[in-house]
């Protein structure tokens, strides 16, 4: 069971980041019509065209999934390491969290940070909203290391047993978290911080993009980890099935705590401060981080094909037709299998960003946030709206009211999030830019610069925007209505997340620990980062204030 005192803190840590995130879908929307030509102008509302990119990103990249990632964790945590979880720690770090993101939508609100969600140099914002994302981060440590006393105390009182999977992958997510938040917040602290202030003369630009990459590739993985342990845990119950593989769930969290840092120089291709050889490196590296997700997807195919099998599924592909996918008493199930869908499109465009030379032809288009898109608003998002949804109701003691209309969200945004990321795939393969308010100029049929192949690529993008921002509000008349209905004191103590039994049940010695795991991320960490570092630091490039 979910431990009472952390339900509480669980639905605040849920519910004021989905409010905030309606005003993130809202500015989402109007980036799309500002690219389609549609708002030809600097502003729309009182919203700027930066100011609005900026809290589309801070909003939905890092404030929703460090929230969610947070709550899900206190939930998944409590319920498998026996209620072990410091409730003065959780409510601590919430705060701090809570504190953080008031603190950072000022500046934001007001106009005065508009340095998208990548907040490196030379671009500057108020001192407020640098100070904000580090308490930010420094309140979701405070909740990681609330959960450590207790999984210790786990460990001693249940030495023959294995570490139940659903809290190695939490405490995975956040291992990974806390090894590339550390570089963000020495860029924050000792160079952003500083250099708004006006304490400094100015920034090393290259080092400043150095860290902030050393963290915002590794942040993918953090949004995403959560949704895995969804897949591994909480999806074959839903199929009624079991996991086919113990071991390959515990071995692909753990190579995640390997993989996912020493990676982020495919980010900086075109940087010319950074030798070719370093970046050659990592770009194999990323390449190599594509193997946990391969067995996270023959893992999760057997494990449904057996569920849907166990329910009278028959012939080489028309068991699928047996999995639940529009049933309204499991309309979870559609959140997470149309998210795993869309992440195979997700990672096949990946590869093409982590190639050294293809990724030439992509570099700073529409590409980009096309396949962005495909990875964080597929599986990622489709996971948050879906748990959020469930964890809130469940906690609550409430029926969802209209399980139908559950269901069909996730298949409505999965259609405008391929119809958005295919038109900007065809405007970012005939060179469009990204972040440009297109409006004022290529996508103006009366400027001397129009564009008609971008036009084409922005307003299918525009159409799949549109329908996504529609969906939100789907999911949002789902939530308080059922919020509204009737409270179930019997379904509110008796509610607990699925856990999903293994076919295979593995005992393997070399996922049991998470220390020799660790131990090579930060060999691997030393090795991919410490020289372009050295490089870095040691060209003397000038300040750039």
């Not at 590739?217 to 591994?232: A, D, I, Q």
């Not at 590296?285 to 193997?291: G, I």
């Not at 297109?438 to 925007?465: H, Q, V, Y």
């Not at 020799?516 to 980062?529: E, L, R, T």
Request: hydrophobic share 50%; aromatic share 16%; glycine share 10%.
């Amino acid at each position: 069971m979910i431990q009472k005192s952390l339900r509480a803190i669980i639905l605040v840590e849920l519910l004021l980041p989905l409010a905030l995130f309606l005003f993130g879908a809202y500015t989402g929307v109007l980036q799309v019509m500002y690219r389609a030509g549609i708002i030809q102008d600097t502003s729309f509302l009182g919203i700027g065209y930066y100011q609005g990119l900026t809290a589309h990103g801070v909003i939905n990249a890092i404030v929703l999934t460090t929230f969610f990632a947070v709550a899900f964790g206190h939930a998944v945590i409590s319920q498998q390491l026996d209620q072990s979880v410091s409730r003065g720690a959780a409510i601590a770090g919430g705060a701090l969290m809570v504190v953080g993101t008031l603190v950072a939508a000022g500046p934001i609100f007001a106009g005065k940070a508009e340095v998208l969600y990548t907040f490196y140099a030379p671009m500057k914002a108020h001192p407020l909203f640098y100070i904000g994302v580090v308490l930010l981060v420094v309140g979701s440590w405070v909740s990681f290391w609330a959960w450590i006393p207790g999984y210790l105390r786990w460990r001693k009182n249940h030495p023959s047993r294995k570490t139940p999977l659903g809290a190695v992958g939490i405490f995975t997510t956040f291992i990974v978290w806390q090894i590339c938040t550390l570089p963000a917040a020495y860029e924050l602290i000792v160079q952003l911080i500083p250099f708004s202030m006006g304490w400094t003369p100015g920034v090393n630009v290259v080092l400043s993009r150095l860290l902030f990459w050393f963290f915002g590739h590794p942040l993918v993985y953090f949004w995403l980890l959560p949704t895995y342990v969804m897949y591994y845990v909480v999806m074959p119950p839903l199929a009624r099935g079991k996991l086919f593989s113990d071991f390959y769930g515990r071995f692909v969290f753990m190579a995640f705590i390997v993989l996912s840092s020493p990676l982020g120089l495919h980010h900086q291709f075109t940087e010319p401060g950074i030798s070719a050889g370093y970046k050659f490196l990592q770009a194999a590296l990323t390449f190599l981080v594509a193997v946990p997700s391969l067995l996270t997807a023959f893992t999760l195919a057997a494990s449904l094909e057996y569920g849907a099998r166990q329910n009278g599924g028959k012939g080489l592909f028309a068991w699928w037709g047996k999995l639940p996918h529009f049933d309204p008493s499991r309309w979870l199930f559609p959140y997470l299998f149309l998210g795993l869908v869309i992440f195979i499109a997700g990672g096949v465009t990946g590869l093409v960003n982590a190639s050294f030379s293809v990724n030439q032809v992509v570099h700073n288009t529409a590409f980009i946030p096309a396949h962005f898109h495909l990875t964080v608003a597929g599986p990622v998002f489709l996971g948050i709206l879906g748990m959020s949804l469930y964890l809130t109701l469940g906690l609550s003691g409430k029926k969802c009211a209209a399980p139908r209309l559950a269901v069909a969200v996730p298949y409505l945004w999965t259609a405008g999030v391929f119809t958005f990321s295919a038109g900007l795939f065809y405007s970012g393969l005939h060179g469009a830019p990204r972040r440009t308010n297109l409006g004022l100029s290529f996508t103006d049929p009366t400027s001397d610069t129009f564009r008609p192949d971008w036009l084409t690529g922005e307003r299918i993008g525009m159409a799949g925007g549109c329908l996504m921002g529609l969906t939100i509000l789907l999911f949002f008349y789902v939530l308080v209505r059922s919020l509204a209905g009737a409270r179930s004191e019997e379904l509110a103590a008796s509610f607990a997340l699925p856990e999903a039994e293994a076919y295979h049940d593995e005992d393997v010695a070399a996922v049991r620990n998470f220390k020799p795991w660790v131990i090579a991320g930060v060999i691997a960490i030393v090795i991919s980062y410490v020289p372009p570092l050295i490089q870095v630091l040691g060209a003397n490039y000038p300040l750039s204030g």
